[in-house]
């Protein structure tokens, strides 16, 4: 009985596959890295939204901008978290559904146009139903 060949192993590593329109996604993911940081000084900009576009376009576009993403302490964990397993920390929920209340609060405040207040407050309470239907990350599952 004859045994199938086996491959032969090298210590070269694997070759990336050529990704189709890389700098696009290298663009994608520095600008959506550059707006998420912007979103930390302004309010009502979100930033861990444009973080995870920009590792999940870095994923594509830049190995090195991913990886700096994935190792760096603050976004580091969210963005693991999501990638593993569509997970969202109750402190990232409860963050997110502030921050959206506040900036309903705002829209009821100063502008003028109803349609406009309540389509944007719609689409927020949309967004906090979603969000709050992730499930958490491992390490913060009930017992």
Same mark, same amino acid.
């Given at each position: 009985?004859n045994? $199938?060949?086996?491959?032969? =192993?090298?210590?070269?590593? =694997?070759?990336?596959? #050529?990704?189709?329109?890389?700098?696009?996604?290298?663009?994608?993911?520095?600008?959506?890295?550059?707006?998420g940081?912007?979103?930390?000084?302004? $309010?009502?900009? $979100?930033?861990?939204?444009?973080?995870?576009?920009?590792?999940?376009?870095?994923s594509?576009?830049s190995?090195?901008?991913?990886? +700096? =993403? =994935?190792?760096?302490?603050?976004?580091?964990?969210? &963005?693991?978290?999501?990638?593993?397993?569509?997970?969202?920390? #109750?402190?990232?929920k +409860?963050?997110?559904?502030?921050?959206m209340?506040?900036?309903?609060?705002?829209?009821?405040w100063?502008?003028?146009?109803? +349609?406009?207040?309540?389509?944007? &407050?719609?689409?927020?309470?949309?967004?906090?139903? +979603?969000?709050?239907?992730?499930?958490?990350?491992?390490?913060?599952?009930? #017992?």
């Amino acid at each position: 009985m004859n045994l $199938p060949e086996r491959p032969e =192993l090298s210590d070269a590593p =694997l070759a990336r596959p #050529r990704v189709r329109f890389r700098w696009a996604w290298w663009l994608l993911a520095y600008a959506s890295l550059g707006t998420g940081i912007v979103g930390i000084f302004v $309010p009502g900009l $979100p930033t861990t939204v444009f973080i995870l576009i920009s590792a999940w376009a870095a994923s594509r576009g830049s190995e090195r901008l991913h990886n +700096w =993403l =994935l190792r760096h302490p603050r976004f580091g964990p969210a &963005i693991a978290n999501w990638q593993a397993h569509g997970a969202v920390s #109750r402190k990232g929920k +409860w963050m997110a559904t502030l921050t959206m209340a506040v900036c309903a609060g705002i829209m009821l405040w100063c502008v003028p146009v109803a +349609w406009v207040k309540w389509l944007s &407050i719609g689409c927020m309470a949309v967004v906090a139903v +979603w969000l709050w239907s992730r499930p958490l990350p491992p390490e913060h599952q009930p #017992r």
